[in-house]
């Protein structure tokens, strides 16, 4: 199964994953939306940046789901999973600020990042416009030609 994740540029998330400083993508989230119970050991993960095309690709070697986040479970989470799944020792402000609120985390441990020689387009149709998460079967499925 294909995945496309939608990331932020300003966060340098495919530079971080193509690196090996990243090697978990997260997702914080206050009801369980896709990827959750979604994705699966085995499914490919594209990397699109905002606005661009997509470049990078990841295997999916392990899945972890939380469930019932508080405050506390949130930083503890945040500190564990920092440095691998943001590529950084610092905590900015902004992801905590990011993850307040948040009911369910999923840690999708990725293995075997790979840069896509001719970067693509993807057509978001039927997925949503504000869509940062696409289960999308054969990524042939939504590329634009």
């Avoid at 075997?112 to 020689?117: E, H, R």
Wanted: proline residues 3%.
């Amino acid at each position: 199964m294909d995945h496309v994740a939608i990331v932020s540029k300003s966060w340098k998330v495919v530079e971080a994953i193509l690196s090996g400083q990243k090697s978990i993508e997260s997702r914080w989230l206050v009801h369980k939306t896709i990827p959750w119970d979604r994705i699966n050991t085995g499914d490919i993960v594209y990397f699109k940046e905002t606005g661009g095309l997509v470049r990078a690709k990841a295997d999916v070697v392990k899945v972890e789901q939380i469930e019932n986040l508080t405050p506390k479970k949130i930083n503890q989470l945040i500190e564990k999973y920092n440095k691998l799944g943001l590529g950084t020792e610092n905590i900015i402000e902004e992801i905590k600020t990011y993850c307040k609120g948040k009911n369910y985390a999923i840690f999708i441990h990725l293995q075997n990042p790979k840069a896509i020689q001719k970067p693509f387009k993807i057509d978001k149709t039927g997925y949503g416009n504000m869509s940062a998460w696409m289960r999308v079967g054969d990524i042939r499925n939504v590329v634009v030609e």
